[in-house]
């Protein structure tokens, strides 16, 4: 497995107000995916990042709302714009490793006021 | 797209009992069945997968049996501990390198 790493563990955020959450992978990796899980809720894929290009967004989930960039393949980073409390929820995010397995990072609890 | 669905949404069981969580899936060309744990304030931990060219998988006390005709899947826990109870999250997807999509989740209860 690859050790992947988050920042912010957690954040308390004004509405109104971004946050930019950092994936950290200590490997190189082809794919990266951000998935939003709401409280008490299963887990929702926000976006696949591309490394080299933009990101692939699922129905309901847009760029302007939740840009992402994926500089390397080691590294993403997704942004939380114009944030509301409907947005507080655990930000996290996978990475594919080999053909068939994937694992996520320890997640961003974030608290929307 | 891919649409899956998980039952029980909850599961009590006695120490040293067995239990069953059972999900099915929409599309055929999912290939890639993983199982998730899922504790209080931690990540999804991937416990076991199943591929679609493979019927039944053991590990230790966990087993996971796959049926791609009826497009359904379950994890099984023999001999479950205390430490058994989380979250369980049944997925889908064509690989380990595609989107995930998810159960809605079994909370398990291993009562002492």
């Known amino acids: 497995s690859a050790v992947i790493s988050q920042k912010p563990s957690r954040d308390i955020c004004q509405r109104g107000t971004s946050l930019t959450i950092q994936c950290q992978v200590d490997?190189?990796?082809?794919?990266m995916f951000w998935y939003r899980q709401q409280p008490g809720q299963s887990l929702t894929l926000i976006a696949t990042?591309?490394?080299?290009?933009?990101?692939?967004?699922e129905s309901g989930f847009v760029i302007d709302k939740f840009p992402i960039s994926r500089p390397n393949l080691t590294f993403s980073t997704l942004t939380v714009s114009n944030m509301s409390p409907e947005d507080s929820s655990i930000y996290l995010c996978s990475v594919g490793l080999a053909v068939y397995e994937q694992f996520f990072g320890p997640g961003t609890r974030l608290t929307v006021l | 797209g891919e649409n899956v669905e998980q039952h029980p949404s909850t599961l009590s069981v006695q120490e040293g009992d067995s239990a069953v969580i059972k999900c099915t899936y929409s599309?055929?060309?999912?290939?890639?069945f993983p199982w998730y744990k899922q504790e209080l304030g931690k990540r999804p931990q991937l416990i076991i997968d199943?591929?679609?060219?493979?019927g039944e998988k053991k590990d230790q006390r966990i087993a996971v049996t796959l049926n791609k005709t009826a497009k359904h899947f379950s994890l099984h826990i023999t001999e479950t501990q205390p430490e058994d109870s989380a979250v369980y999250f049944c997925a889908a997807s064509f690989s380990g390198n595609t989107p995930l999509v998810f159960g809605k989740g079994t909370r398990l209860s291993v009562i002492a």
């Open positions: 990042a591309n490394q080299g290009s933009e990101a692939t967004y």
């Open positions: 599309d055929s060309a999912s290939n890639y």
């Open positions: 490997s190189q990796v082809t794919m």
């Open positions: 199943i591929r679609s060219n493979v």
